[in-house]
């Protein structure tokens, strides 16, 4: 399972209504959003998820099916093809390492809905070895470019008000960046949120560029550990926006690779799946 993208241009504002709970946004909000897809050619999302669910698979031998929270095909999809394919146990992978209530909390929500028979939900998966050995797989091959004067991991901003109702994301975050640098060598690091909406309330902070400019680094390195394939926090807010910021400073921001594909977490994600089913044998 995974967020969702529109496929066209034309499915924005559906897909927008749909994130806002069937309230439609404001023509200035909706056209904002629509030239963040034009600038990085649409998002790739569904169609990584689609290859991600497809190695994974062809790696475990298990039939996988593919379900969006916000955009077709829906969580409920998903669950209906496993159904009319005669699957009678489920497993749930959110394909989002750190858990949140209004996150992950939502992806096993809509799952349960959809799914009458046996279910086994993973809720994240941060702190799993071959997760973190991927993540370092990544730095790894980013610092063997060049070094950085600053390292910074982020993820996904949500309202601050998760962490006052006991939500374990920003720890959880915290605590997968920790087991990352444990036995390397890195720069410098720190952690910020990135991709805040403005929904008039206080979100998660610092903010990565307002955290990378009081750091005073000339030559930052990013880590976005919360996300695991491109789309639009990745080719805009990261490869768009930050390198806008970059440029108009005299600085230079990179990012490591996204996992998309590549084996190392496939491997990761089939080692998740075999240790839910051990859990419930």
Known sequence: ????????????????THIRGGRQPSPEALAELTERYRAIGGSPLTAITRAQASALSTRTGLPTFVGMKHASPF????????????????I????????????????????????DAELIFVP?????????????????????????????????????????????????LLASCRL?????????????????????EPWLGPDLLEAVERSGAKDVLVCP???????????????????????ERGMRIRRTSSFNTRPEFVDALARVVSDALVRVA
């Open 180 to 200: 990352v640098a444990s036995d390397m060598d890195l720069p410098m690091w720190e952690f910020a949120f990135q991709s805040a909406s403005h929904t008039g």
């Open 92 to 115: 749930g992978l959110p394909l989002a390492p750190h858990y949140a209530r209004m996150s992950l909390g939502s992806y096993q929500r809509s799952l349960q809905d959809a799914w």
């Open 124 to 172: 994240g998966f941060y702190d799993h070895p071959a997760f973190i050995g991927a993540v370092q797989h990544l730095l790894r091959e980013s610092l063997a470019q060049s070094r950085p004067d600053r390292l910074f991991f982020t993820a996904h901003s949500l309202p601050e008000r998760i962490i006052a109702e006991g939500d374990p994301y920003r720890d959880q």
């Open 225 to 247: 550990i919360g996300f695991v394939a491109d789309h639009l926090e990745i080719l805009y807010d990261l490869d768009v926006e930050a390198q806008t910021f970059a440029r």
């Open 75 to 90: 969580i409920a999809d998903g669950a209906a093809e496993a159904r009319r394919q005669g699957v009678r146990r489920l």
């Open 1 to 16: 399972m995974a967020y969702g993208s529109p496929a066209t241009e034309a499915d924005i504002a559906a897909y927008y």
